[in-house]
């Protein structure tokens, strides 16, 4: 057995069950040992029942006795309920509306089971516990792992794989010896081993320890030699002539100080004979577009070819228009190459490319996909939108290594995150808004105010304005419950929203479809559209007031933050309704932070704080896996040695070990697949 052998050589995996691990991107053993549980269960904590106090939260380990009710209390009631044991005595477990509980549960069988504690004449009772079967107890020591899972893969059957390869060492150690040693850290199939079955709480630290570093070590690594070559990159200087300042003041609004701030930082790289690397950070709204006009036509007039990528069709047919608008008067001939652009489009548009005649195109990720050639391209922006990985970046530039580089971001990340992230990058902020914008009125609602919430958008529409509804996307393992953006839409446009012009936008629908709605709505002609997040990034329609968002509690606070950021962008007065449904008290506290708060960076501290890093960089979104396990500010302390010993060894390179070089080199860009010699 190696890394690379397919999941199917396991046991109890055929080429069915294959390709539902394949959905986890689990395509091999590698790929397999990789996958990190998201959270442990500890077993070795459970309470006896007698122990137990009221109110406690505790998790208990019984044997279901008998039966004890199964019946209707009244009307919309029910209540099913079990006698329990252990070995402290009996109690009672009750579910209320969950009659099929019944044949879920088996009497006679051992169980895990967690609630909250209240006593009954001196008898424990748990009401709607959780519970799971234990017949898999003392396999894992004390710690059972938990997999992040999708629908029809259960967490015993990664369990079971896991277990068939987790003691054959097949992992190489990757950090240099020197390392291990100075931070005593686990060996490498120590920690594989430990991350999924860990035999007790201190080895299982250890062993995320060690991942966290690895994986801080080798990003950070990674980094510095993208860096370097970029800065050692050597290209024409621009020239900065009166018509670039003409054009700014020409244009049909004053920047305002953050984006001339921005701007002249961009004119000194640019002018500077070094290759631009610059990432541009600004909130929602506070005009980053024209950054990237501004820096376009500054290469248009020195000569040079520029593109802009952007993660969704609709954002490139947006940026299509505004361009056009401002350049084409200019003689300054732009284009848009999407997914959907036309074979024989595309054919006209890359050999205008090709011979120059075209000076800007505005393109998806077909862009980096399909092989563009350039006559000579001098400025590629990317309009990350944190959709898009050092990955992508890398391979666009890649093919293009003289061109200047500019990264836009509208999630505005902490300082010390952005450095883990953009550690290759340098960075820009735009810390102003346009004038006269109103401040957005945010208030965050339970279901008792849906109906007055809607009762509102009905009249803004009736004043003119337009309005976005929101829902999360289903994903298969998540709960039935949610709102799903085709629910909500048919239901309102039953009943509410009958006599208004309400469409639905949703990432299943084809690019032509999506087009056609975002292009009437951008007109004034649907009133009010009911979208999954398709319309997060960058969306401009200034004449849109309210958004509602349902199920806000499944949102990252950056997103929410994003979503907002569709209204507000001109001045009429505008408000955003987040609809919780979660009872939760951390869920009402993230509203909170969202009703007080309209600044993006101090959003996206908190959001850091109570969720952590993997969603505020919407890693999950992107599917990329930048980071699989680090998170922040957990793992800061950690980070900054990482990163020390990465510099140290970077600098240090030359009087490594051949061997040692060579080990590194292949771990260093592991995930990032780009074509660039490393530690040469
Ligand atoms: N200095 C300015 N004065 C007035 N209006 C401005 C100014 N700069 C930009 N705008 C306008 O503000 C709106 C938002 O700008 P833009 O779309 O560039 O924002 P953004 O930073 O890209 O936002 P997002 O991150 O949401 O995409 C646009 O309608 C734009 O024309």
């Not at 900065?240 to 100080?257: A, D, G, Q, R």
């Not at 190459?337 to 489009?345: D, E, P, R, W």
């Amino acid at each position: 057995m190696k890394l690379e052998s397919k999941i199917t050589a396991l046991k109890g995996i055929g080429e069915k069950r294959g390709k539902k691990f394949a959905e986890l991107e689990i395509e091999n053993i590698g790929d397999l040992l990789n996958y990190y549980p998201r959270d442990y269960e500890d077993q070795s904590n459970f309470k006896l029942l007698y122990e137990a106090d009221i109110e406690e939260k505790a998790t208990f380990i019984v044997k279901v006795l008998s039966v004890l009710e199964d019946r209707r209390i009244k009307r919309n009631l029910s209540i099913t309920s079990f006698l329990i044991e252990d070995n402290s005595g009996t109690g009672k477990m009750s579910f209320f509306n969950m009659r099929y509980i019944k044949n879920q549960i088996k009497i006679g069988e051992a169980y895990l089971i967690s609630g909250k504690v209240t006593k009954f004449k001196g008898q424990v009772q748990l009401t709607n516990p959780s519970f799971k079967i234990l017949s898999e107890k003392n396999k894992f020591g004390k710690i059972y792992p938990i997999y992040p899972l999708k629908k029809d893969i259960s967490n015993n059957e990664i369990i079971k794989a896991v277990e068939q390869v987790v003691d054959l060492k097949l992992f190489e150690e990757n950090l240099p010896a020197q390392l291990i040693r100075k931070y005593d850290l686990m060996d490498k199939n120590e920690s594989i081993k430990n991350i999924h079955i860990p035999k007790n709480k201190r080895s299982l630290i250890k062993a995320r320890q060690r991942l966290v570093f690895e994986e801080l070590f080798f990003f950070q690594l990674t980094l510095f030699t993208l860096r370097n070559k970029d800065i050692e990159m050597e290209v024409k200087p621009y020239k900065l002539e009166s018509e670039i300042y003409n054009f700014i003041n020409n244009l049909s609004f004053k920047l305002t100080s953050g984006q001339s701030k921005v701007v002249e930082e961009i004119f000194k790289d640019m002018t500077s004979g070094k290759r631009m690397n610059r990432l541009l950070q600004g909130d929602v709204g506070s005009g980053k577009t024209i950054i990237a006009i501004v820096a376009m036509y500054l290469t248009f007039l020195n000569g040079f070819q520029s593109t802009i990528m952007v993660p969704t069709e609709i954002l490139a047919r947006q940026h299509l228009e505004n361009f056009r608008n401002i350049l084409e008067p200019l003689g300054v001939k732009v284009e848009l190459l999407v997914g959907s652009t036309s074979v024989k489009n595309k054919n006209r548009i890359l050999t205008g490319i090709y011979n120059g005649e075209i000076d800007i195109l505005i393109g998806t990720h077909a862009l980096i996909e399909e092989n563009v050639e350039f006559h000579n391209l001098g400025l590629n922006v990317t309009d990350e939108q944190h959709r898009f990985g050092v990955r992508q970046r890398q391979s666009l530039n890649v093919k293009e290594k003289s061109a200047h580089t500019l990264v836009m971001t509208a999630t505005p990340i902490p300082r010390t995150l952005a450095l883990v992230l953009y550690g290759d990058l340098d960075i820009s902020t735009i810390d102003t808004m346009p004038p006269n914008r109103q401040k957005i009125d945010t208030i965050a609602i339970n279901e008792t105010m849906l109906d007055r919430a809607l009762v509102f958008i009905k009249n803004e529409v009736k004043k003119g304005r337009q309005a976005y509804v929101i829902c999360p996307l289903i994903e298969e393992s998540e709960h039935f419950e949610l709102d799903s953006a085709t629910e909500v839409y048919e239901y309102l446009k039953e009943n509410q929203f009958s006599d208004l012009n309400i469409a639905l936008l949703h990432g299943k629908m084809s690019n032509d479809e999506k087009n056609e709605v975002m292009e009437k709505y951008s007109e004034g002609e649907i009133d009010v559209i009911v979208s999954t997040t398709v319309v997060e990034v960058g969306v401009n329609v200034p004449n849109a007031t309210v958004i509602l968002i349902y199920n806000a509690e499944r949102f990252g606070l950056a997103q929410l933050h994003q979503l907002r950021g569709r209204v507000g962008r001109s001045s009429h007065k505008s408000y955003c309704i987040l609809y919780n449904t979660s009872q939760s008290k951390i869920s009402w506290e993230r509203m909170k932070v969202m009703t007080d708060s309209t600044d993006g960076f101090y959003i996206a501290n908190k959001d850091l704080e109570l969720r952590g890093s993997g969603d505020i960089l919407g890693v999950k979104q992107s599917g990329i896996n930048t980071l699989k396990i680090s998170q922040f500010p957990r793992d800061l302390n950690i980070l900054k040695y990482a990163q020390s010993e990465a510099q140290n060894i970077f600098k240090n390179k030359d009087s490594l070990e051949e061997e040692e070089k060579l080990k590194l080199k292949k771990h260093i860009l592991g995930n990032l697949k780009i074509d660039v010699s490393i530690l040469n």
